[in-house]
């Protein structure tokens, strides 16, 4: 943080906090262009005038509980991995899955019914036993999911048959095990492909020391596809949900190869 002087017309000056935004701040600001407008004394200036805090100074030891109070540094904190190359994630390693509830709320909505009026229907892969799914037009995800269909359909045969069913996008929950966090399905910019190859850590027993064994199915030229189109996956992350995409631009431009 640097200090200005600021006079008044009265000849009186006297100093003034300036904070420069962090550089995460960029990947937010040009991921979100319609929502996102400015940065000052802290803070995120959404395009409505709306304020969201970049770091609300809560600090927890307990993984489940810092998760439960993230902000947008934490939200931006761990990078996300791009492409093919990866290392299995280590303890705790869940680039993604840290979220401002505050931020996507004002993004995507308050609530199921504010959410529910800005659906719109993507068809997905339905000449091959697809079906039609619903996802937020904000931001234009639904054009974006339709975009990693098509070219989805341009890879292999063998390799898209496998992310043709579906096991749901909007539903407004929270996730199992927490303190009523929201999963990102309550914003309908999740979705869930691939249901029969798909692998969920909590699905399988932990070690003698709590850790969970990475497993993974999902071919990658599939998490490529939607990688380019904006969406992560939940296989990046020690917490692994496999069969998980969900629209965060602000990770993507951040991402490291
Ligand atoms: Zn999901």
């Known amino acids: 943080m640097s200090v200005a ?29 319609e929502h996102v407008c400015g940065w000052g004394a802290g803070q995120v200036i959404l395009c409505d005038g709306g304020l969201v805090p970049w770091d609300n100074g809560y600090i927890s030891e307990d993984y489940i509980d810092y998760l439960d109070h993230a902000d947008l540094s934490d939200q931006m904190k761990i990078k996300y991995p791009l492409g093919r190359e990866y290392d299995h994630p280590e303890l705790n390693e869940d680039p993604g899955r840290a979220r401002s509830e505050v931020f996507f709320r004002r993004i995507y909505g308050q609530d199921a019914r504010a959410v529910r009026k800005t659906l719109k229907d993507v068809t997905w892969m339905v000449e091959h036993g697809g079906r039609t799914i619903r996802v937020t037009g904000v931001n234009g995800v639904d054009t974006k999911l339709k975009a990693v269909e098509r070219e989805l359909m341009q890879l292999d ?40 190859i798909s692998d969920y850590w909590r699905w399988n027993k932990p070690d003698a020391e709590g850790r969970y064994a990475y497993k993974n199915k999902m071919p990658l030229e599939v998490v490529e596809v939607f990688e380019r189109h904006g969406f992560i ?5 020690y917490h692994f949900d496999t069969m998980h995409f969900e629209y965060r631009p602000e990770l993507i431009l951040c991402g490291e190869r």
């Open 5 to 33: 002087w600021l006079c008044l017309m009265s000849g009186v000056c006297s100093t003034l906090a300036v904070s420069e935004p962090p550089e995460e701040y960029v990947c937010l600001k040009e991921a979100y262009t």
């Open 157 to 196: 045969r063998a390799v898209w048959k496998k992310v043709i069913k579906d096991s749901g996008t909007f539903v407004w929950r929270a996730i199992k095990g927490t303190n009523g966090r929201l999963s990102m399905h309550s914003f309908a910019i999740a979705v869930d492909v691939g249901v029969p």
């Open 233 to 237: 996956w939940g296989g990046k992350w």
